[in-house]
DNA sequence: CTCCCTTTGAAGTTG
DNA sequence: CAACTTCAAAGGGAG
């Protein structure tokens, strides 16, 4: 009856409805804001090798996927599972051509699909800007003929893991976007130019961290090495890029407070989960187990203390907010990290100086539900002050990470610092098309230490249930849909339809909307170029990208969900992808070609 | 200041 | 039990 217990203990992959496929098109979401967050569609794998398939099958039914067992040498697994962590992964394509995929994908993915993307965005922008522009052609547009060749058309270089990002990022004035690293900037190889403004200080790495050094690439070994050795090697453009990739122990550990009363130092700081707290190339933080499951690579990541805020940060992994104690009970159920919590330097940060339980915590934020950052002064308010204040207000405690939210912490930097994107939406995108794009391999782990710290999580508050946290956010959405549905607001298949009528804030949509005649699925290949590139990403090969398409396909986790006719009633028919072939499930994947 | 956007996954709720 | 909803991170943008 009590649901989390209940849940929790469900047996390991039960089996779900297959992930719907997304219905393609624009989700009423994203219609209904129509952003300049959207980010575009990139250009499809363009004319090189063989058009991708699309990325996203429908799903087999949950039944059929079998959450993959590391051979991590039962390292991280190694405890036990008995939460029967519902864990999964995506419904892979046929292994053979999944293959394929991956070989194309994990060789030149990331980087491509980053070079896509901007390509994309510059498209759209570009499009909008030129009024008539016409961003689907991508290389059409003035200097995109450079950046198309580039990063969209034409034969990719054979997929070297150590090359450079396949798109030079340069300043474009008039892009909404800013590009990080100058072409002509020879102090950084990498993707992008350092941040200044931060000054990194090593940070501790524990002696079994460092015996793992290189075990780091584990994670990604058929991405970045190099760029990886990179951004080690020159401090000026380790912007954090791939620090982040950096799992420390610490970081796990600390994603979770101790359980109330379970320590002796029962003095959380106050979170420091503040947006204003973070530095925007933030080394993400990751939970402790992370480390523990991976081997972090012994990258010092810079430890900071927030001059900024006046704030001790310690770790600062910038990401790292909120502080909690910790308990040798929680020492106990963590050897692995247990170092990092009583060496020193852990402590020097700990918000209180020499005081070894202060650990910044991410997961436990104020019940105002916003994770506030307290200066240094303020937070050293009488301990006994803060305390019953604190006892009083009953922090809340967060979910505990999914897989994909933790890819999206360890990745956000990277692709931030890669395209100086900051906007999360679009960021968001990016990682959610690089998600699928990872190997089964590559997503299993995240998925076992994401199952590693709902079992952490679940040791640290065994009372703890989702439930506890829900209603304190959103309220709306079924109004919002509810509006979606009766005209209230419309999404961008309605809009679409009737184009005449919206007044998209996008410039790509707007543009996209204006077309004289909306495409229909039955002819991908003859959708107007502005419509392809804009909003579905198909680029003038004909080939559909996904990226924007992502978004587009996902208007609410509901209707990401809904696969059924009935649900893809609510999608203009002319609209609808098609039906036959890859069906809506590849719609919202990556390419189709033409 | 608050909410939205955007992603996937887990878990809660609803019918 | 299926379908739907909410929340987890993140930070710019909008109202």
Redesign the pocket.
């Known amino acids: 009856m009590f ?2 217990a ?3 203990s ?1 047996s390991a992959w039960r ?3 297959a ?1 719907a496929a ?1 219905p393609g098109g624009v ?1 009423p ?11 575009p569609t990139p250009g499809s794998p363009p004319a090189g090798p063989a058009p991708r398939p699309a990325l ?1 099958r429908p799903a087999p039914p949950r039944a059929e996927r079998t959450m993959p067992q590391l051979d991590s040498g039962g390292g991280g697994a190694g405890g036990g599972d008995d ?1 029967g ?6 419904a892979f394509q046929d292994e053979g051509e999944e293959q394929d995929d991956k070989s194309r994908d994990s060789a030149a993915g990331p980087e491509r699909d980053l070079a896509e993307l901007k390509s994309s965005l510059v498209n759209e922008s570009e499009g909008a800007a030129g009024g008539a522009g016409v961003p689907g052609a991508g290389a059409g547009a003035r200097g995109e003929a450079e950046v198309g060749a580039e990063v969209s058309a034409g034969p990719r270089p054979a997929p070297l893991a150590r090359q450079p990002p396949p798109v030079p990022c340069w300043p474009r004035p008039a892009l ?1 976007v800013p590009w990080g690293t100058h072409p002509s900037d020879p102090s950084c190889p990498g993707p992008r130019a350092p941040r200044p403004s931060r000054p990194s200080r090593p940070l501790w790495i524990s002696p079994q961290a460092l015996g793992r050094e290189h075990a780091s690439q584990r994670l990604f070994p058929d991405k970045l090495p190099e760029s990886l050795e990179d951004g080690l090697k020159a401090p000026e453009c380790a912007s954090g890029m791939y620090k982040d990739t950096v799992y420390s122990a610490f970081n796990l550990l600390m994603h979770y407070p101790p359980p109330s009363g379970a320590g002796q130092h029962p003095q959380p700081q106050p979170p420091l ?1 503040n ?1 204003a707290s ?5 080394v ?2 990751l939970s402790p187990l992370y480390e523990h499951f991976s081997s972090p690579h012994p990258t010092p990541a810079p430890a900071d203390i927030s001059q900024k805020q006046g704030v001790h940060r310690p770790l600062q992994t ?2 790292l ?1 909120g502080f909690y104690s910790l308990t040798s009970g929680s020492m106990g159920q963590l050897p692995h990290t247990v170092s990092w919590f009583t060496h020193p330097s852990l402590m020097l940060g700990s918000g209180v100086p020499g005081h070894p339980a202060a650990i910044p915590h ?2 436990i ?1 104020p019940p ?4 506030e950052l307290q200066p240094y002064d303020r937070s050293l308010k009488t301990q006994a002050e803060s305390k019953a204040e604190k006892e009083a207000k009953k922090p ?10 933790l890819y ?2 360890e990745m ?2 990277k692709v ?1 610092a890669e395209c100086t994107l ?8 990016i ?3 690089r ?2 794009a990872l190997s089964r391999e590559e ?1 299993a782990k995240y ?1 076992e230490l ?2 590693k710290e ?1 079992q952490l999580h679940m040791q640290l508050y065994p009372g703890w ?14 109004e ?2 509810q509006e979606s549905n009766t005209g209230g607001k419309r999404n961008a298949f309605e809009l679409l339809a009737s184009p005449a009528e919206p007044a998209p ?1 996008s410039p790509g949509l707007s543009a996209a909307l204006s077309l004289p005649a909306p495409w229909t699925p039955t002819d991908p290949p003859q959708r107007p170029a502005e419509y392809t590139a804009a909003t579905t990403g198909i680029s003038e090969t004909g080939s559909l990208a996904c990226t924007g ?14 696969q ?1 006719p ?2 893809r009633g609510n999608w203009p028919e002319a609209l609808l992808p098609p039906s036959q072939g890859p069906g809506p499930g590849d719609f ?1 994947g990556c390419t189709t070609s033409a």
Do not use: C
């Open positions: 649901g989390p209940s849940s929790r469900r089996p779900r409805p992930p997304r989700s979401r994203s219609a209904r804001r129509a952003s300049g967050s959207e980010v996203p939460l962590a519902p864990d999964e992964l995506l909404p989960h947006k973070q530095p925007a190339h933030s993400p933080q910038p990401d907010s991410p997961a934020v105002s539900g916003k994770q809340t405690i967060k979910k505990p990470l999914n897989a994909f939210m999206m912490k956000r930097a931030i900051k906007e999360s939406a679009a960021i968001n995108q990682l959610g098309r998600w699928h997503q998925y994401a199952r709902r249930s989702a439930r506890d946290n829900y209603g304190k956010k959103k309220r709306r959405s079924r919002k849909h804030t398409h992502v978004a587009a396909t996902r208007g609410s986790s509901s209707e990401r969900k809904r059924s009935k649900a919202r």
